[in-house]
């Protein structure tokens, strides 16, 4: 079994920036993909952005230019840098990370607000 620990969100104004971080008990340099989902009341889940083992990315559009997926090896963690900060970002952001034939997991979740 895997943990996977967020940490890194809150309260923020628009325009204002966060830095979510995502800490694996395993050893993610054997992870093919890792990724940051998030979720808004009475909204389905939905990617934000995804890194692969050999470091390629992807974001959904509405977050292009403003946040950035990266992650570190040598801690076991992901990140996702967040900029410019709107209120429709506000929602429950989960970390996802797959192991391949040795299965997926997902964190609990981290609550990222965007209000004034």
């Known amino acids: 079994q895997v943990q996977l620990v967020e940490s890194g969100g809150g309260l923020v104004q628009p325009g204002g920036s966060l830095r979510l971080s995502c800490a694996a008990s395993?050893?993610?340099?054997?992870?093919?993909?890792m990724g940051w989902y998030r979720q808004a009341p009475g909204r389905q889940r939905e990617l934000v952005a995804r890194i692969t083992d050999i470091g390629s990315t992807n974001y959904r559009d509405s977050v292009k230019g403003r946040f950035t997926i990266s992650r570190d090896n040598a801690k076991n963690t992901v990140y996702l840098q967040m900029h410019s900060l709107r209120p429709e970002d506000t929602a429950l952001y989960y970390c996802?990370?797959?192991?391949?034939?040795?299965?997926?997991?997902w964190g609990q979740g981290t609550q990222v607000t965007v209000s004034s």
């Open positions: 996802n990370v797959d192991y391949g034939h040795w299965g997926t997991y």
């Open positions: 395993r050893n993610i340099g054997s992870a093919t993909v």
